[in-house]
C-alpha cells in the first residue's frame, strides 16, 4: 500500500476492479471515520492497560466524573443516559467496585434504589489516565495544520447534527454538555482534540446504529456484511483465507471463526481445504451468500449516501480527504493490516457497544460490536 494511500483506498480499487458500477464514495467517508476511531480506540487500550483497567472500566468511571462532585449517579442513569444496557452497567460496576475504585450504597430517596460513587481512587485513576490518554492521542494535532483542524471538526459537527434528524431516530448524548466536565478539569489540554476525539467517537456511533437499522431486514449483521463483501470484491474466484478476512473485518482470529461457523451454518460461505497447503483454509462464497451481499451492498451504500446529504460535494471531498490523511498516519503506527490487538479484538467481541465519549471524549471509543462494516 502506498504510503499516500490507506485501507479504504484498497477496498475502493477492488470494488472498481470486481464491481465497476457500485459507488462507494459515500461509504468510503464513513468508512473512514470508523477505521480512524478503532485505531484511536486501540491507542486508548494501550494506555489503560498501564493502568490494569480496561476501556469498558473506564467508561463507567468517566461518566462518574463527568457528572462533577460528589461523583455519584444511579445505575439507570448509566444506561438510559450513557447507552449502556443495564446488564453492561451491572457487570461493569462489578469489576471496577472489586478493584475499589467505586462504593454502592442505597439510595437515600428510594429504599430499592442504589447509589453509585466514584471513590479517591476512582478519582485519581480518571485524572492519571486522562492525562496519559490524551499525551497518547496528542500526534492528531501534528497531522494537521491550524487550518485543517477547523475545517475537520467543523465537518464532522456538521455530519453529526445532520445525524440527529434522520434514520432511525435513536438519540446520543449532546457533546457541547459532554466536553464541559473534561476542558474545565483539564485545562492544560488542548480543548480542539478534547472535542475532536469526542466527535469521532460519536459520529461512530451513530454510524454504526444508523447501519444497523440499514440492514435489520436482510438479517445480516455488520461484520457479517464486511466478511461477504470482502469476499464479494476479492479477484481470486470470492475466496480469501481466515487470515485475510480477520485483517478486513478487523477482527481477531477468534473472532473471526465464530463468524464463520455462522455464516457457513446458513450456507452463505463455505470453508474447503488450500489445494496447495493441507493445513490452510479457503473460504468461498456461495451463491446465497452473493445474493444476499448484492443486496446488503446496495443498501449499504444507498443508506450511507443519505446519511452524508447535509454536506456538499466539495465538503465531502474536503472531509474525505482530510481523514484519509488521519488514517494514513494511523495505519502507519498501528500497522498497516490493522491487526488486532488483545484490546482491540476485546473490542469487536462483547455484544454492542456504542460510543462512550460522552463520558469520556479522549477514550474516542465506538460501541464493541460483532457487526462492521468496511
Known amino acids: 500500500m502506498e504510503k499516500s ?43 489503560f492497560n498501564t493502568f490494569n483497567t480496561t476501556g469498558a472500566s473506564f467508561d463507567v468511571l468517566a461518566a462518574l466524573y463527568a457528572a462533577g462532585p460528589p461523583y455519584q449517579m444511579t445505575p439507570t442513569q448509566f444506561y438510559r443516559g ?49 492525562q496519559a490518554l490524551y499525551r497518547r492521542q496528542a500526534f492528531v494535532l501534528a497531522v494537521y495544520t491550524e487550518r485543517e483542524r477547523k475545517q475537520v471538526l467543523n465537518l464532522m459537527k456538521q455530519l453529526l447534527n445532520s445525524l440527529e434528524r434522520i434514520g432511525s431516530g435513536a438519540t446520543l448524548p449532546d457533546y457541547k454538555a459532554a466536553i464541559g466536565p473534561w476542558v474545565r478539569e483539564f485545562p492544560t489540554l488542548d480543548p480542539w482534540l478534547v472535542e475532536f476525539l469526542l466527535v469521532i467517537a460519536m459520529l461512530t456511533g451513530r454510524i454504526n446504529r444508523e447501519t444497523d437499522w440499514l440492514l435489520h431486514d436482510l438479517n445480516v449483521s455488520r461484520t457479517a456484511m464486511i466478511i461477504l463483501a470482502a469476499l464479494r470484491r476479492s479477484s481470486d474466484g470470492q475466496r480469501l483465507s481466515p487470515s485475510e478476512l480477520s485483517q478486513a473485518a478487523l477482527l481477531s482470529s477468534a473472532g473471526m471463526t465464530a463468524q464463520l ?52 460535494a466539495s465538503d465531502r471531498q474536503a472531509l474525505d480527504a482530510l481523514l484519509r490523511k488521519l488514517l494514513v498516519s494511523l495505519e502507519a503506527s498501528n500497522g498497516s493490516d490493522a491487526k488486532t490487538s488483545r484490546g482491540a479484538s476485546r473490542e469487536k467481541s462483547d455484544g454492542q457497544r456504542i460510543g462512550r465519549s460522552d463520558s469520556m471524549p479522549g477514550r474516542a471509543r465506538a460501541r464493541r460490536s460483532r457487526r462492521d462494516t468496511n
Request: hydrophobic fraction near 35%.
Open 261 to 312: 461457523d455462522q455464516l457457513e451454518e446458513r450456507g452463505l460461505v463455505r470453508r474447503s481445504p488450500h489445494p496447495e497447503d493441507r493445513r490452510a483454509l479457503y473460504v468461498t462464497l456461495t451463491a446465497s451468500g452473493q445474493r444476499l451481499v448484492d443486496k446488503a451492498i446496495e443498501t449499504y451504500n444507498a443508506g450511507h449516501k443519505r446519511m452524508l446529504t447535509s454536506l456538499s
Open 5 to 47: 494511500q490507506d485501507s479504504v483506498d484498497v477496498i475502493k480499487r477492488e470494488f472498481a476492479q470486481t464491481l465497476p458500477g457500485v459507488d462507494v464514495g459515500a461509504a468510503a467517508v464513513t468508512g473512514r471515520i470508523r477505521r480512524t476511531n478503532f485505531h484511536l480506540n486501540r491507542n486508548a487500550e494501550e494506555v
Open 82 to 130: 450513557h447507552t449502556m444496557s443495564s446488564a453492561g452497567v451491572t457487570a461493569r460496576l462489578d469489576v471496577v467496585e472489586r478493584a475499589g475504585l467505586v462504593a454502592r450504597s442505597r439510595d437515600p430517596r428510594d429504599r430499592r434504589g442504589v447509589i453509585v460513587t466514584l471513590t479517591r481512587a476512582g478519582q485519581k485513576l480518571v485524572r492519571d489516565a486522562a
